[in-house]
């Protein structure tokens, strides 16, 4: 069994956004990158399914330039086998999509999961866009996961507009995790020496054409000052609401 | 020229976020196409013409995912459509996408203003869990929008609805390795992604039997209620009302925030809310600062209150 994992590397959810070059790049001075807390998620879970069953094989993923590599190290400090990076700065979810679907076609992969949504561009499109690419079934946001490796089957808990459906799933599929999919898992020291020798492999971009381009950011402005209201005086607020349309 | 809108039906009558979604479609062009999951009966239609509605597709025969999705791929092309709006939801999200790759349909998802068409169709869209707005250019004649909750006041519109019979046509496709076993309902009247007014509150309640008057306020205000990450974590609520950045992330009219301190994570599910009301016992916590109104006070006197006042 073979586990993709596709990973975003991400600024911090602290971070202070802000842009330069005239607001058309992020500015990534003093910013903390993490790996998609998504992604965290289906990363750990991947490696309980692991801890279980050993003969499971988990690569992990990434599309971006080489400043992201000590993430993909943590990825394999958490506990997976080994790490591809596309060598190529990701433009859009498409564009993303693109490059993924081209790695799976050229390797044996019986499950891919991804983070629900990237929490830099939120489009929540990319698991997808790559199932539409390779005609295979595409679901989120995936909150439980359990495999029935005899009958190349997984079986999971999806959130639906209206509640939580549960699924099977003829593999191979596509997972865009949430919480509480698993808990977090923090890298130990033996991971992290492990870590060290665990090849980690940078491909070259697959050809693509980019249609969407987001070509200037705008920090929206601050709202204006808050009103207080007088903690006895609870009849001035729900006045203050109903003159909005409360 | 002509634009596709996806609509949702909730009890057989036509949600919010899809009247937005038709007003969006008529400041593209006028000539409004629509289409739903589930056939909607005649004079519900009629009443579309309203919101912006001009042309109904109504599919005849058994809906199933596979089928319906031919379908609607030669319904586009054989009526020339070259925008298709969707309201966001986890449904749409995937058949956005899935169209997308069929078509060949660029595709922008937390769209927040209409399109402008220069040389290229551009357009705003919130990045950053709502931290942040691009402007983006797509380079194309075609597009797919995926609309964020609430970016559009909905005026209404004098049509008449025409109602265009289609019938489906079956395919194979992936959907036919996937079987659904079972569905539970959330539990509740109103969903979070619907909700007009969300209550939320926070660690400040101490514990989930605390939670009696949230609800009983939610019922006064006709809200839904949402709880922060760590009361979620905690199993005091469930996983489906957490806001947040690894939560839902929500746009209602109005958020009401109780003994939340408002970490930087939980504003990135409800920055995008019209109103924030914060009550919370600590006049320094972060969420004063995002907040339009704000009681400082114990939420266990203020609810009650709260309550007593709009009963």
Redesign the interface.
């Known amino acids: 069994m073979n586990i993709l994992i596709c990973i975003s590397c991400v600024?911090d959810?602290?971070s202070k956004?802000s842009?330069t070059d005239n607001d058309t790049k992020f500015n990534s001075e003093g910013v903390q990158y993490i790996v998609g807390?998504?992604e965290d998620y289906a990363l750990a879970r991947a490696v309980e399914l692991k801890e279980k069953d050993n003969s499971i094989h988990i690569s992990v993923l990434n599309v971006g330039l080489a400043n992201n590599d000590p993430l993909l190290r943590k990825a394999l400090a958490v506990g997976a086998d080994d790490a591809f990076r596309i060598n190529i700065f990701p433009n859009n979810?498409?564009h993303v999509a693109n490059q993924i679907a081209s790695f799976i076609k050229e390797n044996n992969f019986d499950l891919i999961l991804m983070g629900k949504e990237s929490?830099?561009?939120?489009?929540?499109?990319v698991h997808?866009?790559t199932?539409?690419?390779l005609?295979?079934?595409?679901?989120?946001?995936v909150?439980e996961l359990n495999l029935n490796l005899k009958d190349q089957k997984i079986?999971i808990k999806k959130?639906?507009?209206?509640?939580?459906?549960?699924?099977?799933?003829?593999l191979p599929?596509i997972l865009g995790c949430?919480?509480?999919i698993a808990e977090w898992k923090i890298p130990n020291m033996r991971g992290i020496m492990n870590a060290r020798i665990k090849p980690l492999k940078v491909i070259e971009s697959f050809a693509d054409e980019s249609?969407?381009?987001?070509?200037?950011?705008?920090?929206?402005e601050k709202?204006?000052n808050?009103?207080?209201?007088?903690?006895?005086n609870?009849?001035e607020?729900?006045k203050?609401?109903k003159l909005?349309?409360? | 020229m002509s634009v596709l809108v996806f609509l949702e039906f909730s009890n057989g009558s036509l949600k919010e976020t899809s009247k937005q979604a038709l007003n969006y479609a008529n400041s593209i062009n006028d000539n409004v196409y629509g289409i739903s999951d589930s056939n909607i009966d005649g004079d519900n239609l009629k009443s579309l013409g309203i919101f912006g509605l001009s042309t109904y597709f109504k599919f005849s025969g058994s809906f199933t995912e596979k089928n319906s999705f031919n379908s609607i791929i030669t319904s586009i092309k054989d009526f020339k459509i070259n925008f298709i709006v969707f309201p966001k939801s986890n449904h749409f999200l995937k058949v956005s996408s899935n169209l997308s790759v069929e078509l060949n349909f660029p595709l922008v998802t937390n769209v927040v203003s209409v399109p402008k068409f220069e040389n290229k169709i551009c357009i705003k869209s919130l990045i950053f869990s709502g931290k942040a707005e691009s402007n983006v250019e797509i380079n194309s004649d075609n597009c797919i929008f995926v609309l964020n909750k609430n970016i559009i006041k909905i005026s209404s519109f004098n049509k008449s609805v025409q109602i265009k019979e289609i019938s489906y046509k079956t395919i194979n496709s992936s959907s036919d390795r996937v079987f659904s076993i079972n569905k539970e309902k959330i539990e509740g009247d109103i969903l979070l992604n619907d909700a007009d007014i969300v209550i939320s509150a926070g660690r400040g309640l101490k514990g989930p039997e605390n939670w009696k008057m949230i609800e009983e306020l939610a019922k006064e205000l006709g809200a839904a209620t949402a709880c922060s990450k760590p009361v979620s974590d905690a199993g005091w609520r469930p996983h489906h009302e957490h806001v947040g950045q690894t939560g839902l992330k929500i746009s209602p009219n109005i958020y009401i925030a109780i003994g939340i301190s408002g970490a930087i994570q939980h504003l990135a599910g409800v920055n995008s809310s019209k109103i924030i009301v914060v009550i919370n016992n600590d006049a320094d916590a972060p969420f004063f600062k995002h907040a339009d109104y704000g009681i400082i006070g114990d939420a266990f006197d203020v609810i009650p209150r709260f309550i007593n006042a709009l009963k």
């Open positions: 600024p959810t602290t956004i842009f807390p998504y979810s498409l929490i830099d561009f939120n489009s929540a499109q997808y866009l199932g539409s690419i005609n295979i079934p595409s679901l989120s946001p909150t079986l959130e639906i507009d209206d509640g939580i459906e549960t699924l099977e799933v003829v599929a949430q919480e509480p249609k969407v381009n987001f070509s200037k950011f705008i920090i929206p709202k204006e808050i009103k207080i209201i007088d903690e006895n609870i009849n607020l729900i203050e609401l909005k349309n409360l």
